[in-house]
C-alpha cells in the first residue's frame, strides 16, 4: 500500500448527504475481476447523461456538464468535501478504488458509513471527519474560490485553510501509524501467528463443531 | 460483570488486543464471486495459502441469471459476468473451500440464505462476507457483519480481522405485531425513525417480545436490514426458535457435540444488567405496513401515509435530499402511498426470498391475477433448496397461476448485476433492502416493501393495505 503522508490539493465539493456506494461506483463495473481502472467510471450515471457499461470509450460519452466533478474548475481534484454518511450501502471496495482511480485521496465529511470509511484506510486513503459545522463552511469557501485548496497533515492531524485557519481531526492510532508508513496489514497480522495459531487451539478445544 | 451478547461475542474471539485495536478471529467465510477474485488475486501474488480453508463457504449469487439454466454456463449472455462466475469455480479449485455451490449446484443461492439453511452460520460464531448484507447471520446470536475485498484477503490469510470494538444500541420493540406487520415492516420502521446513519458505529441487538416473537426468517430479514439503519452487525439472542432452526441441518454439530453447543449456545445472551450505549424503543402495535417513497430507506412511511412535504424536513441538508428525491421518483409530496401505481414487482433479495417470504406472497397472489399495468412480477427463490421447498408445496404454481414469472434462485434485481433490471422511470414494489438512485437499474424507481404488501401490489397495480385483502 502507498503511504500517505501530506496533501496540499485542490478541494471538490459534492453537496449531497448519504452518497452510497451504488452511486459512487455502479454494479455493472463490479463485474471486473481487477483492482485498478474503475477511476472513468467513478458517479458513472451523474457523470455522463448515457448509460454506462463496462468496456465502453467512456472518452467518447456524453459528459453531464452539470455534474459538479465534470466543472473546469475542479479539475486535477484531490480532496472530496461532501456531507454526512459518505458512502453507505453496499461493502464494494471498487468505491475506494473508483476514488482512489479518480486522483482522491483525502476525503472531508461530517461522517461515513463503517465499512466505506474501514476500506478507505486499506487503499492509502484519508477519511477526516470535521464537525457539520466546519464542513458547511469549508463549502462556502470552496465554492466561493476557484482554486480552492487544502493543505492536509495526516502526522500533525491537521487541515489548514488558504487562510490559515487550522482544524484539528481525529485518526485512530493504528490507521494512522499503518497509513503513514504505507503498511500492508497482512504482513503486521502475520507477526502474531503465534498468538492466531494458540487461540485457535484452545478455540477449537472449547468448540470443536467449529472446526468440523 | 454484566455483558451485551455484542461484548460476549467480541471478547470471545479476541486473539490479541493493542491500544484499542483488537485482533478477532474468524469462523465463518462466506464468499461469492463479486468481492472475492481481488483478493485471491492477492494471496497469488503474495504466494499466501488461506489459513483455514474449512472455514470457506462459497456459492455463486451476485451475478447469476435467473432464467435459461438450460443452457449452462454458456447461456450467461454477458461475457464479463460469465467470466467472474468461471474465476469463483477456479479459484475455489486452486485454494479449496469446505463447501462451494457452483452455479446451478442444487444448493446455490444467495449467500446470505444458503449459510443458515446450510446449518454453515451457528450461534457463537463469527462470520464475515464480502457483503454488507451479512449482518443478516447476527439472527442467530453470531457477530456477523460485511468487510470489503482487502479484508477478506485479510480473512483468508490470517483467519482474523483487525477491529475495534463497536458501540452497542439495543432496538427494544415490545408488544405483539398486527395481522400482516412483518419484521420487513419492523425493520422499515426502525430505519425511518433512527435514519440510515443512526447506527453508524454502533452494532445493533434487537430484543423485546416482539422480537422472541418473529420466526427464525423473520430475524434474518430484521439483522439483514440493521446495514440499512448503518449498522455492520445486528444480532438476535439464542432462544429455542435459534436452536430448533439450527438443528439436523448438513453443518451443524452431531449427535456427540450437539449437547455441549447447545449448553454453550445458551448463554448467548446480553446479561441482565448489562448496559447499552443507545437504547432505542418502539411499540409493536404502532408499527403498520411500511412503504419507501425515497431514494433512501429511511424516507419511509406507512401504508395509510403520503410523501412528506418539504415543512417537515428536519434541516437544510434533508430539503434537499427529498427534494432530489422527489425529483427521481417522480412524485409530488402529499400524494397518498396507495395512489402510486407501480410497472414491476420484484419478490426476493437476501432480506426476503426464504420459504416463510414465499408463503406470504402466495397466501396474498392466491386465485387473484396481477393488474394489467403491471408488465412484469419476478419471484426469485434464494436459494436451490427454497425453491425445491417452495415447489413442493405448490407455491410455484400459485404464483404463476396469478401472473408472476418463477425464476431461479439469486440476488437478481435486487441490485441489478445479471439481466433482470428496471428501465429507466419504472416503478417497482419490491422486497429487497436498497431503494437507491440506480439500485435496481439506472433511472428506476424502487419502492421497499414486505412481501405480503408486494403482492398485494402486484394485485392491485398499485400500493394497498395488505391488511383489507388478509382474512
Known amino acids: 500500500m502507498e503511504a500517505f503522508t501530506k496533501l496540499d490539493g485542490l478541494v471538490a465539493p ?199 | 460483570m454484566a455483558k451485551t451478547l455484542y461484548d460476549k461475542l467480541f471478547d470471545s474471539h479476541v486473539v490479541h488486543e493493542e491500544n484499542g485495536t483488537a485482533l478477532i478471529y474468524i469462523d465463518r467465510h462466506l464468499v461469492h464471486e463479486v468481492t472475492s477474485p481481488q483478493a485471491f488475486e492477492g494471496l497469488r501474488l503474495a504466494g499466501r495459502k488461506p489459513w483455514r480453508i474449512s472455514s470457506i463457504v462459497a456459492t455463486a449469487d451476485h451475478n447469476t441469471p435467473t432464467n435459461g439454466w438450460d443452457k449452462g454456463l454458456a447461456g450467461i449472455a454477458d461475457p464479463v459476468a460469465r467470466l467472474q462466475i468461471e474465476t469463483l469455480t477456479s479459484n475455489i479449485n486452486e485454494f479449496g473451500a469446505k463447501a462451494y455451490f457452483p452455479f446451478m449446484n442444487k444448493n446455490q443461492g444467495i449467500v446470505h440464505v444458503v449459510g443458515p439453511e446450510q446449518g454453515a452460520t451457528l450461534p457463537g ?44 444500541m439495543q432496538v427494544l420493540v415490545n408488544g405483539v405485531l398486527g395481522k400482516g406487520v412483518t419484521a420487513k415492516d419492523v425493520a422499515l420502521a426502525i430505519i425511518g425513525k433512527t435514519g ?37 452487525a445486528g444480532l438476535v439472542a439464542v432462544d429455542d426458535k435459534t436452536i430448533e432452526y439450527v438443528k439436523g441441518r448438513p453443518f451443524s454439530p452431531k449427535a456427540d457435540q450437539w449437547d455441549a453447543a447447545v449448553a454453550y449456545w445458551k448463554t448467548l445472551h446480553t446479561d441482565s444488567g448489562a448496559e447499552f450505549d443507545t437504547v432505542v424503543a418502539l411499540n409493536a402495535e404502532d408499527i403498520q405496513p411500511q412503504v419507501t417513497w425515497g431514494t433512501s430507506p429511511e424516507m419511509v412511511v406507512s401504508i395509510d401515509g403520503r410523501v412528506p412535504s418539504l415543512d417537515l424536513a428536519k434541516n437544510e441538508v434533508q430539503r434537499a435530499d427529498w427534494e432530489r428525491a422527489y425529483a427521481y421518483m417522480g412524485l409530488t409530496p402529499n400524494t397518498p402511498i396507495n395512489e402510486i401505481n407501480i410497472d414491476k414487482v420484484f419478490i426476493g433479495s437476501c432480506t426476503n426470498s426464504r420459504i416463510e417470504d414465499l408463503r406470504a406472497a402466495a397466501a396474498v397472489a ?106
Open chain 2, 366 to 471: 392466491k386465485g387473484k391475477h396481477v393488474a394489467p399495468n403491471v408488465k412484469l412480477a419476478l419471484v426469485v427463490p434464494g436459494s436451490g433448496l427454497v425453491k425445491a421447498q417452495a415447489e413442493q408445496e405448490g407455491l410455484d404454481k400459485i404464483f404463476i397461476a396469478a401472473g408472476f414469472e418463477w425464476r431461479e434462485p439469486g440476488c437478481s434485481m435486487c441490485l441489478a448485476m445479471n439481466a433482470d433490471r428496471l428501465e429507466p422511470g419504472e416503478r417497482c414494489a419490491s422486497t429487497s433492502n436498497r431503494n437507491f438512485e440506480g439500485r435496481q437499474g439506472q433511472g428506476g424507481r424502487t419502492h421497499l416493501v414486505s412481501p405480503e404488501m408486494a403482492a398485494a401490489a402486484a394485485v392491485a397495480g398499485h400500493f394497498v393495505d395488505v391488511r383489507q385483502s388478509l382474512t
Open chain 1, 14 to 212: 459534492l453537496d449531497r448527504a448519504n452518497v452510497d456506494t451504488d452511486a459512487i461506483i455502479p454494479k455493472q463495473f463490479l463485474k471486473s475481476i481487477k483492482r485498478s481502472g474503475f477511476g472513468p467510471n467513478a458517479f458513472d450515471e451523474w457523470r455522463y447523461l448515457d448509460h454506462g457499461e463496462p468496456g465502453m470509450d467512456n472518452s467518447k460519452r456524453k459528459i453531464n456538464p452539470d455534474f459538479v466533478l465534470n466543472k473546469a474548475r475542479y479539475q486535477g481534484a484531490s480532496v472530496l468535501l461532501t456531507r454526512e454518511n459518505f458512502g453507505c450501502g453496499s461493502s464494494r471496495e471498487h468505491a475506494p478504488w473508483a476514488l482512489e482511480d479518480f486522483g482522491f485521496k483525502v476525503i472531508i465529511a461530517s461522517s461515513y458509513a463503517d465499512i466505506f470509511f474501514n476500506n478507505c484506510f486499506k487503499n492509502g486513503m484519508l477519511p477526516i471527519v470535521l464537525s457539520a459545522e466546519i464542513v458547511d463552511n469549508l463549502f462556502n469557501q470552496v465554492f466561493a474560490t476557484e482554486g480552492y485548496k487544502l493543505d492536509v497533515d495526516l502526522s500533525a492531524q491537521t487541515v489548514t485553510t488558504p487562510s490559515g485557519e487550522v482544524h484539528k481531526f481525529e485518526v485512530d492510532a493504528f490507521r494512522k501509524h499503518c497509513l503513514l508508513n504505507g503498511l500492508d496489514d497482512i504482513g503486521l497480522t502475520m507477526q502474531h501467528q503465534d498468538k492466531i495459531k494458540a487461540f485457535e487451539a484452545k478455540h477449537q478445544q472449547a468448540q470443536p463443531w467449529l472446526f468440523n
Open chain 2, 125 to 168: 460464531m463469527t462470520v464475515v462476507c464480502g457483503d454488507s448484507h451479512t449482518s443478516t447471520h447476527g439472527a442467530f446470536g453470531a457477530l456477523a457483519h460485511g468487510i470489503g475485498t482487502s479484508e477478506v484477503e485479510h480473512v483468508m490469510a490470517t483467519q482474523c480481522l483487525v477491529q475495534k470494538k463497536s458501540k452497542t
Open chain 2, 196 to 232: 440510515t446513519a443512526g447506527g453508524n458505529g454502533y452494532a445493533i441487538e434487537f430484543a423485546g417480545s416482539a422480537i422472541r416473537g418473529l420466526s427464525m426468517e423473520g430475524r434474518m430479514t430484521l439483522c439483514n436490514m440493521a446495514i440499512e439503519a448503518g449498522a455492520r
